[in-house]
């Protein structure tokens, strides 16, 4: 079988493998489409299908793109004048109280080492509603100024944070005084022929015919409505030919010693010198000697990713319209194109392994909790700061994964969280029951977090709780909460504005550990 039909069989069997409403796919290789494919529907309800054509917003894909941008002016500024106004507008922008850590820099930001935290996940606690509107220039500032402090110190360690690129968006229209979607309009889809790429921050309105989804192939698909405004860190629209345009480009730009995309896409490190895997917008993993390098994107009815291997000259692109795993999709193709590795399958002696050291544990100096439990065979499930993470066990105290080591004492787990720099020890919680030993607790009141300007009301009787949030956005839904030990509490929160909030799943109520003061 020839290249060009493995690749074209490779793409055709993607909807199989994949079911869902619809999605496109394509490969570029050697600086040249080698293959793409369409299917389903843009509508299902109108019948209108996908086509190489259609619209898609590419959500945190647009961070790179950002970040060639940002990048563009800083080496073609001679006389330091936009790296001067960028930090000013940057000072008028986030608290000064963060802003004189000599630490958070520009490159901080860009490489997700910033410390900050990340609005997405506060505007639940300030009282935002799952579908509710949120404004660039009206609430991102205030979001700004209520970050509160670091989550960490910059430079030390990385968390996936949208108030970065957010932040970084206006701050270049402040310093150059254009318009962001005309900055990347005439730095970046101009020369790389992507024709139909534009900056557009309202989720509301996307381009016709295009409707994202949410549901599954069991229980079959419901529209989805997004009404957020957002640009630096996810605004951008394009269609598959547009990806495709921007794929070459990149090819192109990759065999550039000055181009902004080779200056972005070099491996990235921590304060210390220790290497990182996130960068100017683009995340790196290695996979059997090769660098990988992309990124993906989620919107509530949409998953985008894209990865580029440089040196086999190969990019994928795989954008859908519904919260299907697109990274699943990206990941298949390019496995099959560029010769990677298939996935690890479960093996040894250990498949059968049950330890016993699941349950709940807190890690007290990010104040999160973590659940650990039993996954497929010889598999642990490790959910900590939104995210779920599996695990092999491979010995009775140990297991780990790419991303991540697992080792465990009598009431404490030692995590080190490879791709983020982190590593925290976390504290057994004792088993679910009364929180404090038979003393009785009243939790149920009003409670105010000065820092984040953000009001937490509980409510109910015994250990059935209720939280609701209120804030500058508004007053927030209830949410319910669990005891899991201890004085932590866990506040189950499916969706912020848009998407599940990170990290928006510990809450600390009683005792020494308290956040907030009650009113």
């Given at each position: 079988m020839s290249p060009a039909e493995s690749i074209k069989r490779t793409l055709e069997s993607v909807p199989s493998k994949f079911r869902g409403p619809g999605g496109a796919v394509a490969v570029v290789k050697d600086g040249e489409l080698a293959g793409q494919h369409v299917w389903g529907y843009a509508n299902l309800d109108a019948r209108i299908p996908i086509t190489p054509t259609t619209i898609f917003p590419i959500c945190s894909i647009s961070k790179q793109m950002v970040c060639l941008v940002l990048t563009d002016l800083l080496q073609n500024d001679k006389d330091k004048a936009f790296e001067d106004a960028l930090h000013k507008a940057l000072h008028e922008l986030l608290p000064q109280d963060l802003m004189a850590n000599k630490d958070l820099t520009v490159e901080r930001m860009v490489a997700m080492q910033s410390g900050l935290r990340d609005y997405w996940a506060l505007t639940v606690l300030w009282g935002a509603t799952p579908g509710g509107r949120f404004s660039i220039y009206q609430d991102a500032p205030k979001a700004l100024k209520r970050l509160g402090g670091f989550h960490f110190a910059p430079g030390t360690e990385m968390s996936y944070c949208n108030s970065n690129f957010m932040t970084l968006g206006i701050a270049i229209e402040k310093a150059t005084g254009q318009t962001l979607g005309g900055l990347l309009e005439s730095r970046l889809f101009d020369p790389a022929g992507m024709k139909t790429a534009a900056l557009r921050p309202d989720t509301e309105r996307l381009p016709a015919p295009l409707v994202g989804y949410e549901g599954s192939d069991e229980n079959g698909y419901v529209a989805y409505q997004n009404r957020i405004e957002w640009a630096g860190d996810a605004g951008i629209q394009a269609s598959l030919e547009d990806m495709v345009a921007y794929e070459k480009h990149i090819d192109h730009s990759s065999s550039s010693a000055h181009s902004a995309y080779q200056k972005n896409s070099q491996e990235p490190h921590y304060i210390d010198g220790s290497a990182a895997n996130y960068g100017y917008g683009l995340a790196r993993i290695e996979a059997?000697?090769?660098?990988?390098?992309?990124?993906?994107?989620?919107?509530?009815?949409?998953?985008?990713?894209?990865?580029?291997?440089?040196?086999?000259?190969?990019?994928?692109?795989?954008?859908?319209?519904?919260?299907?795993?697109?990274?699943?999709?990206?990941?298949?193709?390019?496995?099959?194109?560029?010769?990677?590795?298939?996935?690890?399958?479960?093996?040894?002696?250990?498949?059968?392994?049950k330890v016993e050291w699941t349950g709940y544990y807190l890690d007290e100096e990010a104040n999160l909790a973590i659940a650990v439990s039993h996954g497929g065979p010889g598999e642990l499930l490790i959910y900590y700061a939104g995210h779920e993470d599996k695990v092999k066990i491979t010995d009775s105290t140990k297991a780990s994964s790419k991303g991540m080591t697992v080792s465990y004492e009598v009431g404490k787990l030692s995590i080190h969280r490879l791709r983020e720099g982190r590593k925290l020890t976390a504290k057994s919680l004792a088993p679910p029951g009364s929180p404090n030993d038979g003393e009785e607790v009243i939790y149920t009141g009003s409670y105010r977090s000065e820092e984040i300007d953000s009001k937490f009301h509980c409510t109910g009787t015994g250990e059935m709780l209720y939280v609701a949030f209120d804030g500058y956005l508004g007053e927030g839904p209830a949410h319910l909460m669990k005891h899991i030990g201890k004085d932590v509490w866990w506040l189950a929160c499916q969706r912020s504005l848009d998407a599940p909030a990170p990290g928006c799943h510990c809450w600390l109520l009683a005792g020494k550990k308290r956040q907030v003061r009650q009113e």
């Open positions: 059997d000697g090769m660098t990988v390098v992309g990124h993906g994107g989620a919107l509530a009815g949409f998953r985008l990713h894209r990865w580029y291997v440089a040196e086999k000259r190969v990019s994928v692109v795989a954008l859908l319209n519904s919260d299907m795993d697109s990274a699943e999709v990206a990941g298949y193709v390019l496995r099959n194109v560029a010769g990677l590795p298939a996935k690890e399958q479960q093996k040894g002696s250990l498949s059968e392994t």
